[in-house]
């Protein structure tokens, strides 16, 4: 499905919305696609044992593939992760781990994969499925995500796409280099994140951004990327809260960074951009007043609440 946005930049943006699948996000497609491929391997059998570190909505589908297949699955994530979601992998039977303790940039990635390796030494029987360097991450996107873009549209000129665990922005990329190689891609990135190089920063949104670089991500095959401030991803999600579009943090972070560009891109070009999942799982952190004061200051807060017509 694609959202026709008209009001952003000129031309109109082309969401493709990835939040109408059982899992609520596109992060279902990976989850499949790594599972499928162990099972492939015969290395899955009933009751096997999987875990996986994730911010959230990985963490939802692998618990919802799992109970539908006869796995137990654990989630190891932190405290930026939703409470929706945390709640979602314990209803699908999952169980989650909380860290608290930062890593080395500020962030909590190498805390989750640290536990999880000590977890793999005292048992054995855990199967890691490892988002971060397993190619299948990649695979699900070029063999979906990507088709399902440039099948829709007779050609596509510019396409913007959030960039976490990179795989959905590998794999789409992949699919360019041998498809559509004329179509610019923009890799969207969060500020504070070293997925690419920048400074470390304590962020706040989960979903986009890591604080190390990802096994699966190819430095030199990504031209170009464009880093938002989460100021402006909360922005964002409440310009279109307020339009009756309520899009989850990632999506707001993917649309702030089409924003960023709109004077480079033709008013006849065709432009799309992923969006991960929608708002309602966001409800308690970029939606919540209390939150965006707590995490950006009351005077942003009073700005965003008291000045809508800002950024209306």
Known sequence: MFLRLTDLIDPPVHLKI??????????????????????????????????????????VALAMVSAQRGYRFTCVTDPMSSPANRKLIEAYGGRVIVVTERDENDGFLQT????????????????WLNQYANPNNVRAHAE????????????????????????????????VRAHA?????????????????????????????????????????????????ETETVWMCHRYARRGLLFGGSTGTVLAGVDRYGAEIAA????????????????????????????????FHDQLYRHPEDHL
């Open 18 to 59: 990835e939040s109408y699948n059982p899992a609520g996000s596109i992060k279902l497609k990976p989850a499949v696609r790594m599972i499928t491929a162990l099972e492939d391997e015969r290395r899955l059998a009933p009751g096997s044992e999987l875990i996986e570190s994730s911010s959230g909505n990985l963490g």
């Open 112 to 127: 989750r994969l640290r536990l999880i390796r000590d977890m793999l030494v005292a048992n054995p029987k855990l199967i």
């Open 144 to 175: 979906t995500t990507a088709p399902e873009i440039f099948t829709s549209f007779p050609r596509v000129d510019w396409l913007f796409v959030g960039a976490g665990t990179t795989g959905t922005l590998m794999g789409c990329l992949r699919y």
């Open 181 to 229: 190689p004329a179509t610019r891609v923009v890799a969207v990135d969060t500020e504070g994140s070293t997925t690419f190089g920048g400074p470390a920063k304590r962020r706040h949104i989960p979903g986009l951004g890591t604080s190390r670089t990802p096994e699966i991500t190819i430095l030199d095959e990504i031209p170009e990327v464009v880093v938002v401030p």
């Open 268 to 299: 006849d070009a065709v432009v799309v951009a992923v969006s991960a999942d929608l708002g309602e799982r966001y409800l308690d952190t970029v939606y919540d007043p209390d939150w965006i004061a707590d995490h950006f200051g009351q005077s």
